[in-house]
């Protein structure tokens, strides 16, 4: 692992930056493995299932076992409870997300395209993802943010977007197919990653919200103390969101855009800012969050200042901004001509100073 950090030496310090411990204090203690990730809580939260319960009473019962949770997660942050004081219950409360996770599956409505298609007896939705967890990579990856590398990427197949620039187009569109992976499988690699060096465990694609149901089983097999990243779009149901509300460490957004006008064409999707940043705001109530924004050429007026003053308003205080300013023209990015290059410097510059200009805590 010592190579690996010399591969990007900003790494190194990365997490003693103070905007990092500041707005991020818990990620990195889960990091340095001084604080548990909430996972590992969850799991030995104890749930009482009884027969012929409804959907209906499963879900009070959650909403009852997240006070439980909380209460329980602020003891073992005070070191009042250790985390081997709590034993694994036979079902737990992350046992119980999974079943409802079941659920949501059924009639489909893990994100708010709400297809409510059986997934759980293979029928495909807008994202094209079954029944089985199909992968495209699982890697250790250098080229996250410095205070997210070396992090353990899962790469999952399928999305529920159709951005017309991604550079992930062969996962997300289905060009290549993935292989197969049982949850335990996954869990075992997740382990043999952290004892490697990563930071934590970081479930992206495409998107990982069609996955969620393997994100949650492969947590119930880990046995290490790992933060868990929930690298997304951020287009998940109400119901979605509180499913990952115990589960995710930190949220990493994709805030793309400013309006729905711009979200329909470039990423072929319905009521976007609304959908998306709500989830921001419940995402900065549950975890800490770095906010993701992938500067678009020509989208400044329309989405870059729009999105920088919705975060400047509601979660300034709450998340790290970074400006991406990488963006590369893929896919069918030519068949729009104002993306069909990379951003100008200026563009950038323009971008950063309005950042400033609002007292954002970004990093570039
Ligand atoms: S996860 Fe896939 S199938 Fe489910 S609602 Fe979203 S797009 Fe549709």
Known sequence: MF?????????????????????????????????????????????????????????????????????????????????????????????????????IMKSCELCERKCHVNRLKGKLGNCRVGKDCLISSEHIHLGEEAHISPSHTIFFMGCNFHCQYCQNWSI????????????????????????????????????????????????????????????SNFYMTLKTMKILDGIVDMYLPDFKYGNDKCALRLSKVPNYFEVVSRNHLLAARQAEVTVRHLILPSHLECCTFPILNWIANNIKEKCIVNLMDQFTPHWRANEYPEINRRITEEEFIKAVNYAKKLNINYIT
Not at 89 to 95: M, N, Q, V
Not at 174 to 194: D, H, M, P, V
Not at 209 to 231: A, D, F, H, Q, R
Request: proline share 4%; with cysteine; aromatic share 10%.
């Open 3 to 103: 190579e690996l950090y010399l591969l990007r030496p900003d790494t190194i310090n990365a997490l003693d930056k103070p905007m990092i411990k500041r707005i991020l204090p818990r990620y990195v203690k889960v990091v340095n493995d001084q604080a548990i990730a909430k996972f590992q809580v969850a799991k030995r939260i104890k749930f009482e299932i009884k027969r012929n319960m409804s959907i209906e009473d499963l879900w009070k019962a959650h909403s009852n076992s997240m006070k439980q949770f909380y209460r329980t997660i602020k003891d073992v942050d005070k070191g009042k409870i250790k985390l081997n004081g709590l034993k694994k219950s036979e079902f737990s409360l992350l046992d119980l997300k999974i079943r409802l996770t079941e659920e």
């Open 172 to 231: 997300s569109q289905w060009f290549e197919t993935g292989y197969e992976i049982s949850s335990k499988e996954l869990a075992l690699r997740i382990e043999r990653r952290r004892k490697e060096g990563c930071r934590n465990v970081n479930y992206v694609g495409a998107s990982p919200t069609p996955s969620l149901l393997w994100v949650l089983e492969s947590l119930k097999y880990c046995n290490v103390n790992v933060p868990v990243i929930w690298n």
